[in-house]
């Protein structure tokens, strides 16, 4: 017989075999385990990962370099540890009024340029000035000699006296002094009429006739008419003929002093009946600088020979030879700037006055003659000087300001920024025009690049210092 085995099977969870039944049984505590190994793995993995992080941590220090120290200077790279006091400013485009130079000559203005020179001939007596003397105008330079003006005093005198004589005769003439006609012809007119009455009263009584009345009225009527022409008529021509003469001797006497005048010896005022000298003094006709002298004394002059010359030097001119390609643009009161070694860093300005219409031929250029103000009397005669003929229309260009420009010996250069905030470039420029406080950059810097304004004190100091140790 067969027996069929069952495979032995473990009680369902949650159930117990008790006698005939099924009982519950509790689930194995399986959670509170496993929480127990993810934390322990947890902190495990933390601790791996800290370590890691500090190995690398080290392991990066270790490889880290020591930081490098400053570059070494040299005569092109300079280096500040300290910017104190640098200040930088760009440079940069800027719309600035473009000339055109040239060079020049100072010559005199001609003017303002006189020669003295005697209107008559005679003797030198005496020289009151030097070459280089400053005069005023109307100061005296030269006394002469002269027989011509001597000879113009005698005229005065006499005609000096001519005059005096007929203002005291029309001064007689004026007081009743010397007409005698009229004196007469009263007396007349009284003696008819005393006749004329008494025969009035000789024909009263009969003793006239009346013819002989008629005619006595007639005799006092004439000598009547006659006083009252001696009266009026009569002494207006004797006070005519005394005024015409007076005018004639004063019209002579003011032709005689303008002569005097006009040769350079008025004739004094404070007594013009004394005329006892043939000197005449030459002044100075304008204020300026005696430029020359060749006057001696004792020499004879004849009429013009030049004695100094007096130059007023307030405007000189400059005369100016530009290419006739640029002679286009020129034009007549064009702004100019005159530059020389004389002004030092301060020009002088002035204006186009005139242009030469004709080309010289060897050099093709024109002649431009420019009128310059000169205060102190900077420029002189021949001085060469640069000009600039400032054109009307400003063009764009490349500036910096001027506190940036550095003088090291014949070279003009700046101290140029570099990409490390304490290194700096120096660079040799070209610089051109200034206008006011900045210059004009014609080559070496680009626009944007910075340039020291303020405090290059430094670097040229450390620029001197390795100059000396190379």
Do not use: C
Request: aromatic share 4%.
């Amino acid at each position: 017989m067969t027996m069929d085995i069952m495979p032995e099977t473990s009680p369902a969870v949650g159930t117990e075999a008790s006698g005939g039944g099924m009982t519950h049984v509790a689930p194995p505590r399986w959670g509170r385990g496993w929480l127990s190994w993810v934390v322990a793995l947890g902190f495990l993995g933390v601790l791996a990962l800290g370590g890691w992080w500090l190995g690398m941590r080290r392991s990066a220090v270790v490889a880290t370099p020591p930081a490098m120290p400053p570059p070494k200077a040299s005569a092109s790279v300079l280096w500040l540890e300290s910017l104190t006091g640098i200040h930088l400013e760009p440079a940069q485009m800027m719309p600035v009024p473009t000339a055109l130079h040239a060079t020049g000559t100072v010559e005199l203005n001609p003017q303002a340029v006189v020669v003295v020179t005697p209107l008559v001939s005679g003797h030198v007596k005496r020289v009151l000035v030097a070459q280089g003397t400053r005069v005023r105008a109307g100061q005296p330079l030269v006394v002469l000699d002269s027989p011509e003006v001597a000879n113009l005093h005698v005229r005065l005198h006499d005609a000096e006296t001519r005059r005096d004589i007929a203002a005291r005769n029309l001064q007689r003439i004026q007081r009743d002094e010397s007409r005698v006609a009229l004196v007469q012809a009263q007396a007349r007119l009284h003696q008819a009429e005393a006749t004329f009455e008494r025969m009035k009263r000789l024909f009263e009584v009969g003793v006239l006739s009346q013819q002989e009345l008629q005619e006595a009225e007639t005799a006092y009527a004439t000598a009547k008419a006659e006083y009252e022409f001696q009266k009026v008529v009569g002494l207006e021509r004797d006070l005519r003929e005394a005024q015409a003469a007076l005018e004639v001797a004063t019209v002579e006497v003011k032709h005689i002093q303008d002569q005097l005048a006009a040769l350079g010896a008025p004739a004094a005022t404070s007594d013009n009946t004394a005329h006892p000298t043939a000197e005449m003094t030459l002044v100075a006709p304008i204020s300026g600088l005696v430029t020359e002298r060749t006057a001696n004394v004792g020499a004879f002059v004849p009429v013009g020979t030049p004695l100094l010359t007096v130059a007023d030097l307030r405007t000189v001119w400059v005369i100016a030879a530009v290419p006739e390609a640029q002679l286009g643009h020129v034009r007549l009161g064009q702004p100019v700037t005159v530059h020389a070694p004389a002004l030092g860093a301060t020009p002088l300005r002035g204006r186009v006055a005139f242009i030469e219409a004709q080309i010289n031929a060897d050099t093709r250029t024109a002649r431009v003659r420019i009128e310059v103000p000169n205060p102190g009397e900077r420029l002189r005669a021949g001085m060469f000087v640069n000009v600039a003929l400032l054109s009307p229309s400003p063009v764009s260009q490349l500036v910096i300001p001027a506190a940036a420009v550095q003088r090291i010996g014949a070279r003009t250069v700046v101290f140029v920024a570099g990409a490390d905030p304490h290194e700096f470039h120096l660079r040799d420029i070209e610089v051109g025009a200034a206008h006011g406080e900045r210059v004009v950059v014609l080559r070496g810097l680009e626009p944007g690049e910075r340039v020291v304004v303020k405090g290059a004190l430094a670097l040229k100091t450390q620029l001197v210092g390795l100059e000396a140790e190379e």
